[in-house]
């Protein structure tokens, strides 16, 4: 257990400092053979966040056996006077429409790498019960009713507001009345008046929607991506720029109504973000050299420290490229950026432990090797406990999780290595070769600042470069900058001022004692009373418990993009006027024999029953919300067109209980294997294809040969997605509703799919991952720590930090409003490992003091004196620099700015004023068994 007082360098820190040009050679070679590693290897891609199970596994079957013909891009269209049942706003629609029609006409909407021609698909209106080219919207309804009405007789572009309210009444009195009001917001309403010389009702409406749909296969092919999911695939990006120029055309001058693309471009959308936000990632990184200038009060430990962390960002990319990490959001982003915490830590304390022994020290390499003996063990213990945290989530099994826990465990290496070790030991190299002159003139230090300041800017635009845009510009810049700060005023100083011998006066002063003091004062005070301190940090953490443990996992893409985004807006809109009725899809999976006749009823009597379920949309006409073109639809269709018969030329079709549906197995094969060949026909008096052969097969795999199973969607609307609570009992409840389908022939398998259930299920096992892993941290940090302090007690006090630190963490989350998502939950993990260091930093610098001085109180001081100071400049660089992050305008950046500068601050508090009174008492009990 007993640490020995240090009188010379140890073993290790005396090869460091005998070996400085061979371990910077080494360190060099590295560096230059990561670079192409970091620039050449491939992209693997991006780490996928997704868990498996049944709803991804549904998911990936359907995309195996359907096709998808159509993109779709819904838009939104609100008035700017309150009704969009006016002349102005249905005329100026139709035109931009249009406008639309010619530009895909000329090619002109197709997306950068994808040759100019005509994109708009050929589609149905199920409700008009009419075929469209491309866009189909209520102007058209009304137009339609305003040229075939014998009272009316005229258009959209000559109409008065008499004849267009005239002609809506028209349209919701029809047959297909509930069809049509579903296009009109939920908040339209009607009043008896009299028009055109009849009592009608006057319908007003503040806004509509519609859809607009584009042949998938000429954009790229592929899924249609939802909402929530970030992709860089070509084909998507493609898509997503064809629907901006669409939004572009349809919004035309906007005199009279805006328009919004619903969630239609959030590649496109974060990029931009992104793009905005790296301006704020790299104010982080200056702020925090810039604090770190302050804390060490060394032109030469600036310029290194930023140059180091520029190296690291190489080393990380290098190593990552090498074992084949995948990215995203968080490797590629978070990861780099929350190792400058890290890092920073792991270059203050190293550096402060040196400049406090040149005082006792006849060189600075000689104070190197005492500096290096007494703070290297915390070091290497910090990155070994380090590791472990992030370790911690590689069982998980998500991709993304485990490439995220390898990937920050090859950061906090690497940060050991180059701010930890050789950061320190170029430092005390070229003080060693060039010591500062003892009367420093102001001109001299003004100089000094200047070049802090220009080596800070520079290293902080080469990290964002690295890590956000080139990072062939970013290496370019952190060689510009280690060449212009360090290579040229080193050549500089040492020809101006030869080598003296060392003297402590020449060394610019330490950090004002009255920052040293203050520290061990509160460090001091906090421990006077250790049972009292330790009494009120366990109030406040049950406290905090109860509020952390009723923390949601929640996942709204406002936690991502800019709640003034158009992306942003346009969900906000769609909850506004469609969302109570319609909501997002949630796809039904049906598997088995589509030909079976009791399969059909059981579906059919399913869909029916979903009139019963509250957390189904439900339509203007009162009914579920079911999306239109599924098999019940499909077949329903078939059996009502009497044509139908004399086009397969069987005959006519048999349905005695007159439920729509054909009460013989053959004849019900002979229809769906028709549909997949040649679509589904309009209904009598009708020419043209209500379903496509493509169309029907997005909905319906039929096979004929009976070697396959068949498979069939569902999709119905369930409104209020973006509440995880909601998600859960929809699905909860809709497996209810489909129990009935236990036992029926020709059904073999069902469950459910589609986004909300599959973002659902991926919010929950990551969040679940990262929260799993936080016991299983702290138990492999104790042991590990027990090994290496030889000491349960102390390893026991140094972990619990870590729980307090996440629960007050979670707490002020809970406080503040933030809910638990893949992003939020990443800062808990790396809680783990800030918590850690500073607990390990200050536990091995008191036994280290208590063995020289015996004393606990007299140990107390002078860790809270050295280690205590350099945990508040590390700490102080990270808080300045993060909270700068949260004024980012991206959510998921500013979040995780303002979190992780709280979440640093809760490390410095539990290690400065808990940790102490643990200290205390564990030492005095050791006392007193000695």
């Known amino acids: 257990m007993a640490l020995k007082e240090i009188t010379k360098p140890n073993v290790t820190a005396s090869w460091i400092v005998n070996h400085p040009i061979l371990l910077l050679v080494v360190f060099a070679a590295i560096t230059l053979a990561l670079i192409p590693s970091a620039i050449l290897s491939p992209d693997h891609g991006d780490a996928s966040t997704e868990p498996g199970g049944e709803a991804f596994d549904l998911r990936d079957d359907l995309a195996k056996w359907l096709i998808v013909p159509v993109f779709p891009e819904a838009f939104l269209l609100e008035a700017k006077n309150g009704d969009v049942l006016t002349q102005e706003v249905l005329w100026e629609l139709k035109q931009a429409q249009i406008a639309l029609l010619e530009a895909d006409i000329s090619g002109d909407l197709a997306p950068d790498g994808i040759p100019p021609q005509p994109l708009l698909a050929n589609s149905f209106s199920p409700s008009t019960n009419t075929p ?65 010389g009849q009592e009608i009702d006057v319908w007003k409406s503040p806004a509509m929607w519609f859809v607009v749909t584009a042949d998938n296969n000429a954009l790229g092919g592929g899924q249609v991506q939802s909402v929530g999911g970030l992709s860089a695939d070509s084909a998507t990006i493609a898509k997503e720029k064809f629907a901006r120029k669409t939004q572009e055309i349809l919004r035309g001058k906007s005199e009279n109504y805006w328009l919004w693309g619903i969630a239609i471009d959030q590649n496109l959308e974060a990029e931009e973000e992104g793009t905005i936000a790296g301006f704020y990632i790299m104010l982080t990184v ?179 470069l690295m890590v956000a845009l080139s990072l062939h510009w970013g290496i370019s810049v952190l060689i510009l900058a280690a060449i212009l700060f360090v290579v040229l005023p080193f050549s500089y100083q040492l020809k101006k001022f030869p080598r003296t011998s060392f003297s402590d006066n020449a ?163 002979t229809m769906l294997k028709d549909a997949m060949r040649d679509g589904v026909p309009m209904a009598d008096g009708y020419d043209g294809m209500a379903y496509t052969p493509e169309e029907v097969h997005s909905v319906l795999y039929f096979d004929e040969s009976g070697l396959n199973e068949d498979r069939a969607t569902v999709i119905v609307g369930i409104p209020g997605t973006r509440e995880q609570t909601v998600v859960i009992a929809a699905e909860k409840s809709l497996m209810h509703d489909l129990a009935m389908l236990e036992n029926v022939p020709g059904i073999t398998k069902f469950g459910l799919t589609g986004s909300p259930f599959t973002r659902t299920a991926e919010l929950a096992a990551s969040t679940d991952a990262l929260r799993t892993s936080l016991p299983i941290a702290a138990i492999a940090a104790l042991f590990a720590l027990t090994i290496a302090m030889r000491s349960f007690s102390f390893a026991f006090i140094t972990v619990i930090p870590i729980g307090l630190v996440v629960t007050w963490l979670y707490a002020f989350m809970f406080i503040a409003g933030f809910s638990l998502n893949f992003v939020t939950a990443t800062i808990g993990a790396l809680s783990i490992g800030v918590g850690i260091d500073y607990s390990i930093h200050m536990t091995e610098r008191f036994r280290e003091e208590f063995k020289r001085h015996k004393r606990p109180d007299l140990a107390l001081e002078k860790s809270a004196k050295g280690t205590g100071t350099a945990l508040l400049g590390s700490a102080g660089s990270s808080i300045v620099g993060f909270t700068i992050m949260g004024f980012a305008p991206m959510p998921v950046f500013s979040t995780y700015g303002i979190l992780t500068a709280i979440m640093i601050f809760f490390a410095l508090a539990a290690s400065l004023l808990v940790l102490p009174s643990l200290l205390v008492i564990v030492s005095r009990r050791q006392t007193k068994s000695l």
């Open 507 to 669: 060394q610019l002063k330490e950090i004002p004692s009255k920052t040293s003091n203050l520290v061990t004062s509160i460090v001091t005070l906090s421990a006077h009373r250790p049972i009292v301190t330790l009494a009120l940090a366990f109030l406040v953490t049950t406290t905090c418990l109860f509020m952390a443990i009723r923390l949601e996992s929640s996942l709204d893409v406002k936690d991502f993009f800019d709640e003034k985004a158009d992306f942003v807006v346009s969900l906000d809109k769609a909850d506004e006027h469609i969302g109570p009725r319609t909501g997002e899809g949630g796809t039904i999976y049906l598997k088995g024999d589509m030909s079976n006749p009791e399969a059909l009823r059981a579906i059919n009597l399913f869909m029916q029953s979903l009139t019963e379920n509250p957390y189904i949309g439900t339509e203007a006409d009162g009914e579920p919300s079911i999306y239109p073109r599924n098999v019940i639809d499909i077949v329903k269709r078939i059996t009502k067109n009497s044509s139908s018969s004399e086009l397969v030329n069987r005959p006519r079709i048999k349905d005695d209980d007159l439920d729509g549906l054909p009460d013989s197995q053959s004849q019900l094969a």
């Open 132 to 196: 469209f080219k491309g866009i189909f919207t209520f102007a058209d309804a009304v137009e339609s009713t305003l040229k075939i009405h014998p009272l009316l007789g005229t258009d959209l572009e000559n109409a008065t507001n008499d004849q267009i309210k005239f002609a809506v009444n028209s349209l919701l009195i029809g047959s297909r009345s509930a069809e049509i009001a579903d296009l009109l917001s939920v908040e339209a309403s009607y009043e008896r008046k009299k028009v055109l």
């Open 286 to 464: 200056i702020a925090a050299l810039g604090v770190i200038s302050l804390a060490v009060r060394s032109y030469w430990a600036t310029a290194l420290t930023a140059i180091g962390i520029g190296i690291l960002i190489i080393w990380l990319k290098g190593i990552t490229a090498l074992v084949g990490l995948k990215g995203g959001l968080i490797i590629d982003f978070i990861v780099p950026i929350a190792m400058i915490s890290l890092g920073v830590d792991f270059a203050v304390h190293s550096i402060r432990r040196y400049r406090e022994e040149k005082h006792n020290a006849k060189s600075p390499m000689s104070a190197l090797a005492l500096g290096f003996t007494g703070v290297l063990g915390a070091l290497f213990l910090a990155m070994v406990s380090d590791g472990i945290a992030f370790l911690s989530n590689v069982p998980s099994g998500i991709e993304a999780v485990v490439h995220f826990g390898i990937s920050a465990g090859v950061a906090v290496a690497s940060a050991f290595v180059v701010l930890g070790l050789v950061v320190p030991l170029a430092l005390a190299m070229i003080e060693t070769q060039c010591p500062p002159p003892i009367n420093t003139k102001k001109s001299s230090s003004a100089i000094a600042y200047t070049a802090g300041a220009g080596v800070t800017f520079l290293c902080g635009l080469s990290v964002i």
